[in-house]
């Protein structure tokens, strides 16, 4: 039996196997709404035998998005029809999550395929927040937060969370990773506040902090709690695993179930070492100095590969991302090349047993 189609469980669910699907915006959603591209994207996911599909990063408010595009759920009826995606994956034994996010000073912007630029007042732009009045490179200088915009914050995600919940996805994941919001409160680059929230480590880590504990009260036990962070900014004097490491442990202390270890995102001035499985040695030093669980990403592509990190340390999942995207099916194709078939979804039993 591979490791990879191996049963694992982590907080209160059990997952049929150890690859998931990572978020991944579709900037498809109009007015935050999910839409049939949405339901087919996520449908072939669910169908393609992975353990774990985390739903694209989703806004807690018209501006925390990164484009027009994004899905939100600040309000009921958008977190209705996102309901309809843990509805069909429970028909599939297949756990689902959502990434519930806010982009900050990345906000404001054209789809990747326009470009990604930051809009023009004339194409719609709206005014973009951040801890500091410092600009992401090329883009414009977002308003420093009030205290009143911190709050304010606070309390879309805790309402996001409820929404989450209603929705009756398996997991929730924060997102504070890729320069967005949260890890522009994380990293000194960004954050240049002088009051509680900025400075020192304490400071820069309370809001996520904060949100975390209140999202961990929102969610039931048998949900899990989910962060995604970026372990390191991968800038000499920025956020590094270091205190990635520290985050985890105060993380792990709330409640939270699982870290999602990414990288970067913040700063045009990064020097990525990027090559195959390139974040995984942050995911395995958080955990093997805390204790939480974690998953790994980035550049995760064949099932050796997988298999090989697996057995490498203790590392709840790996992520397939763009792999996944060329095969949504991935899981299908990997399980061959391990000798370790798993069935397909009853429609597509005939290809199962043509190909076994
Ligand atoms: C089209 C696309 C959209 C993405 N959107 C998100 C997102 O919504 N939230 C997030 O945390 N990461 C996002 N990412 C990053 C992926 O989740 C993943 O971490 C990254 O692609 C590295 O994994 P990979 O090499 O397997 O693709 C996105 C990546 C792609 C390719």
């Not at 914050?153 to 997991?171: C, G, L, P, S, T």
Request: a negative charge.
């Amino acid at each position: 039996m591979s490791q990879l189609f191996s049963e694992v469980t982590v907080g209160p669910h059990t997952y049929k196997n150890r690859v998931w699907i990572p978020p991944m915006c579709q900037y498809s959603a109009v007015e935050g709404m999910m839409q049939d591209w949405h339901a087919v994207h996520y449908g072939a996911f669910i169908t393609g035998g992975a353990g774990l599909v985390i739903v694209e990063a989703t806004s807690v408010s018209p501006e925390g998005r990164i484009s027009a595009g994004d899905l939100g759920i600040w309000t009921d009826q958008q977190a209705q029809v996102l309901a309809e995606i843990p509805r069909f994956a429970k028909r599939h034994n297949t756990k689902v999550g959502i990434q519930i996010g806010h982009a900050g000073r990345k906000g404001s912007c054209h789809a990747p395929w326009k470009g990604g630029a930051p809009l023009t007042e004339a194409e719609g732009s709206w005014e973009t927040i951040a801890p500091s009045a410092v600009a992401f490179e090329g883009y414009p200088t977002p308003r420093e937060m009030t205290m009143d915009d911190i709050n304010k914050a606070r309390y879309q995600f805790a309402a996001a969370v409820e929404r989450a919940v209603m929705a009756e996805f398996d997991v929730i994941e924060i997102h504070a990773a890729h320069g967005y919001l949260l890890h522009e409160f994380l990293s000194p680059i960004s954050n240049q506040r002088t009051d509680e929230y900025g400075g020192s480590f304490e400071n820069r880590i309370r809001l996520l902090l904060e949100i975390v504990s209140e999202a961990r009260l929102t969610i039931p036990p048998h949900r899990s709690l989910f962060v995604r962070i970026s372990a390191t900014d991968w800038i000499e004097g920025g956020w590094d695993v270091e205190q990635s490491v520290a985050l985890s442990r105060e993380l792990k202390a709330r409640g939270v179930d699982l870290v999602d270890v990414s990288s970067g995102g913040l700063s045009m001035r990064q020097e990525i070492p990027l090559g195959p499985g390139y974040q995984v040695p942050a995911a395995l030093k958080i955990e093997e100095e805390t204790g939480i669980p974690v998953s790994a990403v980035g550049l995760i592509t064949t099932a050796a590969q997988a298999e090989e990190i697996l057995k490498s340390g203790d590392i709840t999942a790996v992520m397939i991302g763009r792999a996944s995207l060329g095969n949504p099916r991935w899981a299908y194709q990997a399980a061959q090349d391990l000798g370790d078939p798993i069935p397909w979804a009853d429609q597509y039993a005939r290809g199962f047993v043509a190909r076994n």
